[in-house]
């Protein structure tokens, strides 16, 4: 059955044009002017364009929650020490005092347990280290009579109760890291001492006894400053990568046998690389670097591992002011890629800062930054680890400040703890449309209660002025009350909203319309096309068919799943401007296609209810 008829021809016609925009993932950036929005915009604020392609919803928010306020906290790091998989915290203080929290999970909540009686502990990590089934304390511990590397056996379940035993008595002790170095079932140490030296301790006879095994012994130029181990050539051993008071990443390549190799991966930079991670930043199972300059401003950098010999191929992920250290790997949104967090800041601010960048293409420098802000002060080190075991990755800081004691505290931050209720939005490039009278704008969008979409709209005839935006149009219709006619540059700002923040709306695609006119013998004869004259229409829809001479045309209705609802065989249509309308169309998502000739034009359509 047809459902179009030609109504007349005319001279001349309010010819209708339409801006779509139904993909952002391109990202922002884009201000404009530009001939079509395409899938950039020009920015951004907690709205995620990048998970679902096509679609926008808001972002996740952070939030922070304080483990403890010490006035003189000396350092706080996440462990694992009761068995359930949940990281606790340790916390010390001026006084020497160790205390570790346990993390309990229907919180997360943070039980305080006594550890041993030590003083200046300066890193610590865990593992069983005597093979009955509890976590115990690795520490190296400096500035005292007993300097050096230690482990602390956990005597009762609570672990309130320790024993200490030594390893190693070193000068200057920091820091440390456990595993399984030589794959015998039991837990070893890897330590750092003498601001240059690299050993690691295995563990013989369930801690009774230790055997130490040179790394490094002087073969570096600057004070190593982080240590991470892992396999990173896929060889079936372990290798040590340090940070530096220097541009230079230290990579130590485990050969077996108590022998190493070194490798030196020098960056072009005066800055310190002082944090460095193993991780699979590009999804090959080979383990790449991340790391970031001590500088202001600061480069945030991964560095990729080709396993070609000597050949680290080193990627820039942002260019930020301030400090940003450590940057860390961690999958922050669960997606099952590695993204990169940061700490924000140095010295005090009134707030502590923290940005992420979301994982999308590294190899094409393609990452979605991320901010996340809190009043509570700025923290002194950070570690990735996730806190309440939701798959996605936390991050637990603390604060010191000997100027500032009250606000000296251990936190951690939930990155993901729900959709964000603040003011969300996103602003469009500037469309550039010519002198024309305004139609209408529609949307569609998923909103749940307690959701909401919005737009706002504003015109100019300079892009580099645009002038306020126009009040909130809550509902489809008419911008004509809102717009000056005959202004040449468009933009729309949308606003995405929630009062819970367990949901979200979704904003699927946008659509502006302008009518601009036609003279017969004008330039707008010169080219065929094909428009849609009101779209969306809440009645018959009229089509503007346009030629420079009489041709051969026909018309073709598809509904959105792609079927024929409505098909007219070829006809002689004139030169001109021809209105076609169609009727008995019901409400829905429709595409025309018109052939003309070896030409053929399609264009969207939306039928609202009345």
């Not at 928010?61 to 359930?84: F, H, T």
């Not at 250290?325 to 997606?335: F, R, T």
């Not at 489809?476 to 040449?488: R, V």
């Not at 829905?588 to 039928?607: K, S, V």
Request: net charge negative; glycine share 8%; proline share 4%.
């Amino acid at each position: 059955m047809r459902y179009l008829s030609v109504l007349l021809l005319i001279s001349t016609i309010a010819f209708c044009e339409n801006g779509v925009q139904e993909d952002w993932s391109g990202g922002p950036g884009e201000e404009g002017s530009v001939l079509d929005w395409s899938n950039g915009f020009h920015s951004s604020n907690s709205i995620n364009w990048s998970d679902d392609p096509g679609n926008l919803f808001l972002d996740q928010m952070a939030s922070y929650n304080q483990i403890k306020q010490v006035d003189d906290l000396l350092w706080a790091k996440p462990c694992n020490l009761d068995n359930d998989e949940y990281p606790d915290v340790f916390v010390t203080d001026g006084e020497g005092n160790t205390i570790w929290y346990r993390n309990i999970p229907s919180g997360p909540s943070w039980g305080p347990r006594d550890f041993a009686d030590t003083q200046d502990i300066e890193d610590i990590c865990t593992g069983d280290i005597d093979g009955d089934g509890d976590y115990d304390v690795f520490a190296s511990v400096g500035y005292y009579a007993s300097e050096g590397f230690f482990w602390y056996e956990r005597l009762n379940t609570l672990g309130t109760q320790w024993e200490v035993h030594e390893i190693d008595s070193e000068n200057d002790p920091v820091f440390v890291y456990s595993l399984d170095f030589d794959d015998d079932g039991d837990i070893d140490l890897v330590g750092m001492y003498n601001d240059k030296n690299l050993a690691w301790w295995e563990n013989q006879n369930n801690g009774q006894s230790w055997l130490k095994h040179s790394i490094s012994q002087y073969t570096v130029e600057a004070e190593i400053t982080s240590i991470d181990v892992a396999d990173f050539d896929n060889d079936g051993d372990f290798d040590v990568v340090c940070g530096s008071c220097s541009s230079e990443i230290y990579l130590f390549e485990n050969l077996g046998s108590d022998s190493w190799e070194y490798h030196g991966i020098e960056y072009a930079s005066e800055e310190s690389l002082f944090e460095v991670f193993f991780a699979d930043i590009d999804g090959d199972n080979f383990l790449d670097l991340v790391t970031s300059t001590f500088s202001n401003p600061t480069e945030v950098l991964w560095f990729r591992n080709t396993m070609t010999e000597g050949n680290w191929v080193v990627h820039e992920i942002a260019i930020i002011a301030g400090y940003a250290n450590p940057a860390m790997p961690g999958d922050v949104d669960a997606d099952g890629d590695l993204d990169v967090i940061a700490r924000m800041g140095y010295s005090i601010p009134e707030e502590l800062s923290f940005s992420w960048w979301e994982n999308v293409d590294p190899l094409n420098n393609d990452w979605v930054y991320h901010q996340v802000l809190s009043e509570e002060g700025s923290g002194s080190f950070s570690f990735a680890t996730d806190v309440n075991q939701d798959g996605k990755c936390d991050v637990v800081s603390f604060y010191r400040d000997y100027s500032h004691p009250t606000l000296n505290k251990a936190v951690w931050w939930n990155l993901n703890s729900g959709y964000s209720t603040g003011v969300a939005q996103l602003e469009s490039s500037i469309l550039y449309v010519y002198d024309v009278d305004w139609g209408s704008i529609d949307w569609n969008a998923t909103t749940p209660d307690g959701t909401s979409v919005s737009f706002e709209v504003r015109t100019s005839d300079d892009p580099e002025d645009m002038g306020d935006w126009s009040a909130v149009i809550s509902s489809p219709g008419s911008i004509a009350p809102y717009l000056t006619a005959n202004d040449s540059y468009l933009q729309y700002r949308a606003t995405l909203s929630t009062t819970d923040p367990i949901i979200t709306p979704v904003l699927d695609n946008v659509v502006l319309t302008w009518t601009s006119t036609g003279i017969e013998g004008s330039e707008s004869f010169e080219e065929v096309s094909l428009c849609v004259l009101e779209n969306p229409s809440a009645s018959n829809v009229q089509l503007g068919v346009n030629l420079p001479s009489e041709a051969t045309v026909s018309l073709s209705i598809f509904d959105a799943a792609g079927r024929i609802v409505s098909e007219v065989a070829d006809s002689e249509y004139p030169a001109g401007h021809t209105v076609v309308q169609l009727d008995m169309l019901q409400p829905g998502n429709y595409f025309c296609r018109m052939q003309a000739g070896e030409q053929a034009f399609t264009e969207q359509f939306t039928i609202i209810r009345d």
